[in-house]
């Protein structure tokens, strides 16, 4: 969006882009609307900006009204970085979840997903291991994701790790025959191409 807009239709704009990407959030279909990278560079746009002096041309300003003009300028900005602050207070952020809490609460048979903070994000039957894979890789490319991702199936003590460029699974149980690998159909070929982070491969995991 051009810079020489009014300052309204720019906060429209960025009220309208960040509506959108709740909206995905609450219903991951095709491509997010913004990244995580585009919130930061967002906020440190903001976070950079400093008052400017007022432009005087003869007298018809005064000293006063010019320092007046700077201090208004200073109040807003010092406003606005004070409000972004105080949503980052560490009693806002999200804290980690152990992931031993998990098993005990899940529904026995049920596929759950945990993040990478280890909090449970969502829940699917069993029978639905398509779904519940699908769904996870549309949320690991969404803004905020924290990530790895993580299907987890308690009743056959397997999981698969997600991210934006692997997907593996491993078998907990140690001795347990392992197969090849074969590629994950939902990553992309030039993801697949970039090592074995791209394959699903079988593996037993030390308890």
Known sequence: MSGDGQPSAHRRYALALLAADEAYDRNP???PVLFVSDFRRGLLA?????PEALLRAGDGVTEGEALAFLAGQRAALDAA???????WQ???LRRRVPRTSVA???EPGRLVVVDGDGAV??????AAWEVAHAWVHMRVAEPLTRRPVCIEDHRHRQTWQVDVDSCTHTVWMPGERTGGQRPCPLLMPAQRA???AGAIPLVSAQP
Do not use: C, N, W
């Open 29 to 31: 279909q095709g491509e």
């Open 46 to 50: 903001v976070l950079a900006l400093t």
């Open 81 to 87: 970085h004070t409000a972004l602050a105080a949503q």
């Open 90 to 92: 560490p009693d806002m």
């Open 104 to 106: 005990d609460t899940v």
């Open 121 to 126: 994000v969502a829940e699917f039957d069993a």
């Open 194 to 196: 970039a090592g074995s």
